[in-house]
């Protein structure tokens, strides 16, 4: 059974029971019942999870209760709105059903031997044993696009390695938030149990933007870009005419699971996601639903030797 606090807005609206709106519809009370405690249930460890999460939100019951008739709107835009809402919020769900496969993607890190120059140049012959993943998915795409995109991730006892080249002759750098524009976007954590991880991007031109993640049990996230990666190492290189390489060294004593000091070890597992920034568009080095902050949708990393 689903318990939870209304919030303030909640309680207004609450207050205004009763007797419903004459506008309100068949189809928008089929809406209305489609965001019931199966849907929440049903979801979880399945792709859906991230977006059915949001059967049990605050603002998702508000919608809920104006389109069933339990709650009177004020005014005609107040119903569009809700439907709006959870329709979006349906398409979502059926979007995460439908999605394939089921299991989220699963795959070996191969271990650092020697530990990479972080200088956004990716000449260390280290990069050659890393893995690596080639193109780009269009966010909830399926289809490879064979667009010359380089990916490589690698680790050892002290840090996780991501290097990238993007073929993108003309960048842009936004000068505080490089999601806005053109930027590589590096999601990871160390257990999905805790919906705990690090948002680390990194513009072209070497700007830095980090912020500490955590997604709750309703469907949605807080990014706190006041809690930054100690010990981080980044580097960014325009090659002109060509494109943009970056490299990122991510210490694992900024994770929970590491925090006193432990050194990750072989057969252990992370869960990350990789994302390309193009003027703020997003694409991803595998197939991914819904996006970063997704964290039910993150690869599953195993750290090989």
């Known amino acids: 059974?689903?318990?939870?606090?209304?919030?303030?807005?909640?309680?207004?609206?609450?207050?205004?029971?009763?007797?419903?709106?004459?506008?309100?519809?068949?189809?928008?009370?089929?809406?209305?019942?489609?965001?019931?405690?199966?849907?929440?249930?049903?979801?979880?460890?399945?792709?859906?999870?991230?977006?059915?999460?949001?059967?049990?939100?605050?603002?998702?019951?508000?919608?809920?209760?104006?389109?069933?008739?339990?709650?009177?709107?004020?005014?005609?835009?107040?119903?569009?709105?809700?439907?709006?809402?959870?329709?979006?919020?349906?398409?979502?769900i059926e979007a995460g059903k439908n999605w394939q496969p089921k299991e989220v993607r699963k795959v070996a890190i191969p271990y650092a031997e020697i530990t990479p120059n972080i200088d956004g140049v990716l000449d260390d012959a280290v990069w050659e044993k890393a893995l690596t993943f080639k193109g780009e998915y269009a966010l909830g795409s399926h289809e490879l696009q064979n667009s010359g995109a380089d990916w490589k991730v690698m680790w050892d006892e002290n840090y996780f390695y991501l290097g990238c080249f993007m073929p993108q002759k003309e960048c842009i750098s936004h000068p505080e938030y490089p999601f806005l524009e053109d930027a590589v976007e590096l999601f990871i954590g160390t257990s999905v149990r805790y919906r705990t991880y690090w948002e680390i991007v990194i513009a072209p031109n070497g700007t830095l933007y980090d912020a500490l993640g955590h997604n709750n049990r309703w469907g949605h996230y807080i990014a706190s870009s006041e809690d930054s990666v100690m010990g981080l190492k980044s580097a960014a290189q325009?090659?002109?005419?060509?494109?943009?390489?970056?490299?990122?060294?991510?210490?694992?004593?900024?994770?929970?699971?590491?925090?006193r000091g432990n050194s990750p070890q072989e057969n252990e597992e992370i869960h990350f996601a990789l994302i390309l920034c193009i003027r703020g568009k997003q694409a991803t080095a595998y197939p991914l639903l819904y996006g970063g902050h997704n964290i039910f949708g993150h690869a599953k990393g195993v750290l090989v030797k």
Request: proline content about 4%; aromatic content about 8%.
């Open 1 to 92: 059974m689903i318990t939870r606090k209304l919030t303030n807005f909640c309680l207004i609206l609450a207050l205004m029971i009763i007797g419903g709106c004459t506008n309100i519809t068949e189809e928008d009370k089929e809406l209305a019942a489609y965001f019931s405690i199966e849907c929440y249930e049903a979801g979880k460890n399945t792709p859906a999870e991230y977006a059915s999460n949001q059967c049990g939100d605050d603002v998702t019951a508000v919608a809920k209760g104006l389109l069933s008739g339990r709650l009177n709107a004020e005014n005609p835009i107040d119903l569009e709105n809700a439907r709006t809402l959870l329709k979006s919020i349906k398409s979502d």
């Open 238 to 259: 325009i090659i002109p005419q060509s494109g943009y390489a970056i490299e990122i060294a991510v210490p694992w004593s900024e994770f929970p699971a590491y925090s």
